[in-house]
């Protein structure tokens, strides 16, 4: 039974680039969450996608933005980055409006 | 105040020792809280859902008390393994689950 997966492990990007991070959610999940978490923090909400659609949004800029396939699977996009933005991405699965969540493994992004 | 407050720590233990965690929340109409444990640069695992009745998985209990909107985490003989940041998550009706920013533990022989 294959786990949250997440793709790229490792990214640096200059700032006012565009980045794009993608997540598979664990078999049989159907809603997706992304979260940022920077050095000696929590993981802070991004979004959650079900349905293809955002379903909720927390306090972050209109550069992040997403999407999600028929297949589920999300993805995170970044545009203008900067230095601030350099954390790790983390993608959570759950199914349906259940709130226990499962973790990939995340991308580390940096912004030089 | 921040929606969701935990001691960073660290909570510095011996092995075997009993060790407990408090979270406490702003939004009294918070419904549903959980624990997750992150080990260093990895991601956050599901430890134990909190119900209102508190709930005990092996060596670890975690308990609700609404009245002083808190949560907390006790873990009992404590083992090197534990070793690691809990983080505890609550949610208010929405699908917004909001963490805290955990709270360190070092277990050592």
């Known amino acids: 039974d294959a786990g949250v997966t997440q793709s790229p492990t490792h990214l640096i990007k200059t700032r006012g680039q565009q980045v794009t991070l993608r997540c598979s959610p664990k078999?049989?999940?159907?809603?997706v969450s992304w979260y940022q978490q920077a050095l000696g923090q929590g993981p802070q909400f991004i979004f959650q996608y079900y349905e293809e659609e955002e379903r909720q949004r927390g306090n972050f800029p209109d550069r992040f933005s997403g999407h999600q396939f028929p297949n589920y699977s999300s993805e995170l996009n970044v545009n203008a980055l900067l230095l601030g933005d350099s954390a790790l991405y983390l993608c959570a699965s759950s199914s349906g409006q259940g709130l226990e969540q499962y973790f990939g493994p995340g991308t580390r992004l940096t912004v030089t | 105040r921040k929606e969701v407050e935990q001691d960073p720590g660290p909570f510095n233990v011996p092995e075997g020792a009993t060790v407990a965690f408090n979270c406490t929340y702003s939004n009294s109409a918070s419904q549903s809280f959980f624990w997750y444990r992150q080990d260093c640069r990895k991601e956050p695992k599901l430890l134990m859902s909190?119900?209102?009745s508190g709930n005990e998985d092996g060596r670890f209990t975690a308990q609700l008390n609404r009245a002083s909107q808190y949560i907390s985490l006790l873990i009992r003989d404590s083992k090197l393994s534990d070793s690691a940041t809990y983080l505890c998550v609550v949610n208010h009706g929405s699908y917004i689950p909001t963490f805290g920013r955990g709270t360190s533990l070092i277990v050592h022989p």
């Open positions: 909190v119900y209102s």
């Open positions: 078999s049989g999940h159907d809603t």
